[in-house]
């Protein structure tokens, strides 16, 4: 969500009714703002957990894949 977001924020309108595709089927569609909205949210979380450390477990696993690798290439 941007900085700015809180509970109080009001939202969006929707549109009544979805769309209808060529073939009939009902396709989702989002005002723009909304997909901008949810890009920005998406953005943001995602440079926040490339700041997180990677878990000890998740190293270990690493490591030891790269290390059975190494194996393989050698036997």
Partial sequence: MPENYTADTPSLPLPDLPE???????????????????????????????????????LELVRSLEAQGRASDDG
């Fill in 20 to 58: 209808m595709a060529g073939n009939g089927h009902a396709e989702p569609t989002l005002p723009p703002a909304v997909v901008d909205l949810i890009g920005e949210g998406l953005r943001s979380y995602y440079v926040r957990l490339m700041d997180e450390p990677m878990p000890d477990r998740l």
